[in-house]
């Protein structure tokens, strides 16, 4: 994974709790953490960063990652400057996460390998299929709630098909928050 998605995963635990936690959080995983922005790093430390956490807020591996997925989204926007100015609407931003998104991404920084999704939609739910050996499809559940938060939205995620190893199934319903 880049370099930036660690230093905005140190950035969400210092907000969260202090650096001293995140020391201590490399440490427990036996991890050096001087992560540059543009560096590349193994999936397995992103992994053993999770699970520490996931202990320390006694919550399932899977929520921590939603979870860090749902604070990380607008601080990668906020990164990016440009590549979601565009976007109105969760719905758009999440639908246009193949074509434009991701590739943008992909043209400044040429390392990152962003996943590609399936979506299939009715009037109602958004079916994505998150089609990556990475297995990080809870990062994608939190980044679509990061979405919804950023458009002042809110946003239902429902499995539909177990996590499997060569990904996963959800559905997303977004709509409007009730102002007053
Ligand atoms: C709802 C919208 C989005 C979804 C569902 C999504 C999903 C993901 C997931 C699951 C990954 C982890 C890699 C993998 O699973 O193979 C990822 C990586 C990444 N995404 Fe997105 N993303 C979204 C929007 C964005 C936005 C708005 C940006 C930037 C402004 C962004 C930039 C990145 C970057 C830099 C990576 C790291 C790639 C790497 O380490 O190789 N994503 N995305």
Known sequence: MMGMIFNEIEEIIVELFDE?????????CGLEGAYTSLGYYPDAE???????VSQLL???VAETLRQVGRLLLPKLVARIPGVCAAFESATELLLNVNQIIHPQVKVMYPDAIPPVFEFEHDQEWILV????ARLFSALAEGFI?????????L?????????????A????????????
């Open 129 to 132: 299929h998150y089609r990556s």
């Open 20 to 28: 001293d936690e995140w020391d201590r959080i490399l440490e427990e």
């Open 46 to 52: 992103v992994w053993s960063i999770v699970r520490s």
């Open 155 to 167: 946003c239902e995620i429902e499995a539909f098909e177990l996590p499997k190893p060569e990904g």
């Open 169 to 180: 199934s959800f559905r997303v319903r977004f709509s409007p928050t009730v102002v007053g």
């Open 145 to 153: 709630m990061g979405s919804a938060e950023y458009f002042d939205e």
């Open 58 to 60: 006694d919550l399932e």
